[in-house]
């Protein structure tokens, strides 16, 4: 068997989109993934579906994984002939043990490429508003470690030397040891005043800085706190931040929203949280697929062999457009076989996804719930007309109900299932029990049940306890009563019933809770 091949890749800082297009290509071809919960478990949504994944991290029932056991497991997943990513935080050179796991990768004559990342000592402190070098204030610095450990000690450190080696320095792994820290700096040499910043959990939602001088800091932190991982930085340029801090003024900064849309769903709502500073984190509760019975694919092939029949063509969602498609395609049926028939598009996006097809719709009903379709159609639809309506086979009753009762000969075909999706993300009932979610988003009622459920399937008993203090965002309400009659709060809801009134909405309710001023800048 030909040995497979290793990438020591650096995931960046802890925003999954800082990892480099080298390592997300390596990442999407890995078939196993070796990975810690600091190197994002988000980022595995972009390995492949059936990638073996293991976790080397900390769990309560077991300590980390030793770094000789990994190095080892690299190794035997490699003459296996797996392909392998080793997600590391940062960068892997950067106090990352890389030189380890490639040294018994090469004793092995296993073959490995180490791919760099975004390391958290530069991009820590960028992300609260300090550059580590300035024109006028710093033209070199330094990367030190502070060894949080406290059986070692620091006996690689020459204070002496390092001290006043360059304008800016920067400890990882230094929390536990501040104290030692500063006082060091000091009695090598630097003033007292010496501006000082700690930045724990950067570019996360828990994202949070605390500033003052090598006098000062050990209390501050002490009063705020601060516990690690954080980037400790000395030097002039902590000083930038008054002025180009700028993560904490985005609306959504802090927060961290899920989103329980299908996967295939999701980018546009992932994309406006992400955009607005806040951090998505995706847990799809529902994936939708073609129809699988006997009895749905026969009556979709007979309804699509009438279609020079129907005087109309309802389409209530996008995937509605999609899946209709995709029959149109599987049962050979040119779309100009319904050149009779008018096309009428439940909400801006349905209507959209139609137009890039080339149909423009004939009519686009004013609400975006079903009900609106049939006000709509109230004076253009009379007894006697048929009308096709390809949709999901959990899309509600009222439409074709009240067609009927109208005498319209109606025709509903299920193009596509939703089914409960069958990832799972074992770590969210932890971070809800550790207050890490701070909304939840639903966009259809589907996605409440399914939400509920996979809850369940996770080990929470009680999801509805689990979601105290989590802002429920709904989309309109027919998803709202279906979360209340789960037995939710609903805190959210927007005017219009779009993705982009959902995350308005969020935003709006952000603003409420920081009044007028914004959290972070004037550091505690
Ligand atoms: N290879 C990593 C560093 C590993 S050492 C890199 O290049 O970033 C781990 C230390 O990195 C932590 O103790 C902390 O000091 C720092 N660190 C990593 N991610 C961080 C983050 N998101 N926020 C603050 N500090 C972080």
């Not at 078939?31 to 988000?42: I, K, N, S, T, Y």
């Not at 991290?57 to 690299?74: A, F, S, V, Y």
């Not at 902590?238 to 961290?256: H, I, M, S």
Request: glycine content about 8%; charged content about 25%.
């Amino acid at each position: 068997m030909d040995k497979g091949k290793v990438y020591l890749v650096g995931a960046g800082p802890g925003d999954p989109k800082l990892i480099t297009v080298r390592g997300m290509e390596a990442l999407g071809r890995a078939d196993a993934v070796v990975f810690d919960r600091l190197a994002g478990p988000q980022l595995l949504n972009h390995a492949r579906a059936d990638a073996e994944r293991i976790y080397v991290g900390k769990l309560p029932d077991r300590h980390t994984m030793k770094q000789e056991e990994i190095n080892r497991l690299l190794v035997d997943l490699a003459l296996q002939g797996k392909n392998v990513v080793r997600l590391k935080g940062g960068d892997p050179t950067v106090f990352g043990r890389v030189g380890e796991e490639a040294g018994l990768l090469r004793e092995n004559g296993v073959e490995y490429e180490i791919v760099p990342g975004i390391t958290s000592a530069i991009a820590v402190p960028a992300y609260a508003g300090i550059p580590v070098t300035h024109r006028d204030l710093a033209s070199s610095f330094s990367v030190i470690t502070g060894h949080e450990s406290p059986d070692k000690l620091d006996h690689s450190i020459y204070w002496d030397k390092v001290t006043n080696a360059t304008g800016t320095l920067v400890f990882l792994m230094g929390v536990a040891k501040l104290d030692y820290i500063s006082e060091q700096l000091m009695k090598h040499g630097r003033s007292a005043d010496t501006p000082v910043a700690l930045v724990q959990w950067g570019t996360r939602a828990e994202q949070r800085t605390v500033t003052g001088t090598l006098g000062t800091i050990v209390g501050k932190v002490e009063e705020a706190g601060l516990t690690p991982p954080a980037v400790i930085v000395v030097g002039d340029v902590v000083r930038q931040r008054e002025t180009l801090a700028w993560v904490e003024r985005k609306p959504l900064f802090g927060r961290r929203v899920l989103v329980t849309r299908a996967r295939s769903q999701a980018s546009e709502l992932v994309a406006r949280i992400d955009e607005l500073g806040g951090e998505p984190y995706e847990f799809p509760v529902i994936e939708t697929r073609l129809p699988t019975s006997d009895e749905a694919v026969a009556n979709i092939e007979s309804a699509l062999a009438q279609a020079e029949s129907y005087d109309w063509v309802m389409l209530t969602s996008v995937n509605g457009v999609d899946y209709f498609y995709r029959w149109l395609d599987r049962c050979g049926v040119d779309i100009r076989k319904f050149a009779r028939a008018k096309f009428a598009a439940v909400g801006p996006k349905t209507a959209e996804a139609l137009a890039a097809r080339g149909v423009r719709a004939d009519l686009l009903p004013e609400s975006f719930r079903a009900e609106g379709l049939l006000d709509s159609l109230a004076g253009v639809i009379s007894p006697g007309q048929s009308a096709l309506l390809p949709r999901g086979d959990l899309a509600r009753e009222t439409l074709p109900k009240e067609l009927k009762e109208k005498g319209v000969r109606t025709v509903e075909i299920d193009v596509y299932e939703t089914a409960l999706s069958a990832q799972r993300d074992p770590w969210l009932p932890e971070m809800l029990a550790d207050g890490e979610i701070h909304a939840v988003t639903f966009t259809s009622s589907s996605t409440v049940v399914n939400f509920i459920r996979a809850l369940k399937e996770l080990g929470v008993d009680d999801p509805v306890k689990a979601l105290d203090g989590v802002d429920v965002a709904c989309i309109g309400p027919v998803t709202a009563r279906t979360a209340e009659e789960h037995g939710l709060t609903v805190t959210i809801m927007p005017d219009s019933y779009t993705i982009d009134g959902l995350v308005e909405a969020l935003a709006a309710s952000r603003s409420k809770a920081k009044g007028e001023s914004f959290d972070g800048i004037s550091d505690s």
